[in-house]
């Protein structure tokens, strides 16, 4: 109950800075925010909402000595989806729609990575900026760029590197999401089914060359590249476990 308190003290923070950041002339209330950035208004009682709070109770602690400030909305929203948006660097909202929350079903571990990938959105500064954008893009590799020029031209290998800046930041959200949830306790291999509940969803198991010219004009990246990112965290969680012995 504290938290929600909390919580609540945090958003008026944060309203300043959307009203800033939208320059509203006046400042919108926490449900009109809420309403626009995750389009439906906030659920604050269900049993939704206590599988959503569950989770949020057990990230939370992790993430208490972190300088962001983040507000967590279960929205009645129908999409199967959750996102995060950052009005500025310290201060953002996650959306969480009631749908994935059934989606997830009883599994709250799985529920929990999801809603811990986009904690990894919030608190991640390096892709809040154009420059770190870049950075992250140039470090992956110019493979998105190549097939954006062969296809589109110069406007092509612009939109690709656009892609390949958004590729790099939701594996480095899925890196910190997976550091902060394994904190909270969960089992690392929920992460997984979290990966394999969202690939069945979305038919996308292909991992051939068409699927992945394909996946280049989609927002995320395809997910078999996910699941293969995730393998590597995993093995790795393994071995420090395992005192690093494999
Ligand atoms: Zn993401």
């Known amino acids: 109950m504290n938290k929600l308190v909390l919580l609540c003290l945090m958003f008026l923070c944060m309203s300043c800075a959307f009203a800033q950041v939208s320059s509203q002339p006046n400042q919108l209330t926490k449900a009109q925010v ?3 950035v995750c389009r439906g208004s ?7 909402f206590d599988i959503f709070h569950r989770a949020f109770a057990k990230l ?4 208490q000595q972190d300088p962001h400030v983040v507000y967590m909305a279960l929205a009645d929203n129908n999409d ?3 996102w995060a948006t950052n009005f500025d660097m310290t201060h953002s909202m996650i959306c969480v729609p009631v749908a994935m929350v059934h989606f997830m079903g009883d599994a709250e571990g799985e529920l929990a990575f ?5 904690i990894g ?4 500064d390096v892709c809040k900026t154009e420059s770190g954008r870049l950075a ?3 470090s992956r590799g110019s493979l998105g760029a190549l097939f954006g020029s062969l296809v589109g031209g110069s406007q092509g290998a612009v939109s690709a590197s656009k892609v390949s800046q958004q590729r790099g930041c939701e594996a480095r959200a899925d890196e910190i999401g997976f550091g902060i949830f394994t904190k909270a306790g969960y089992s690392p291999y929920a992460a997984a ?3 394999g509940r969202l690939e069945m969803y979305m038919g996308d198991t292909s991992t051939g060359i068409f699927a992945r010219l394909n996946a280049l004009g989609s927002d995320h990246p395809m997910t078999p590249d996910r699941i293969k990112h995730m393998r590597t965290l995993l093995i790795n969680f393994a071995s420090q476990s395992a005192g690093g012995v494999q």
């Open 193 to 195: 089914g979290a990966f």
């Open 114 to 118: 999801i809603i811990a990938h986009e």
């Open 60 to 63: 939370a602690p992790v993430i």
């Open 42 to 48: 906030e659920i604050t009682s269900g049993p939704e």
């Open 136 to 138: 992250v893009a140039n």
């Open 121 to 124: 959105h919030t608190v991640d």
């Open 34 to 36: 809420i309403q626009k």
């Open 80 to 82: 199967i989806n959750a």
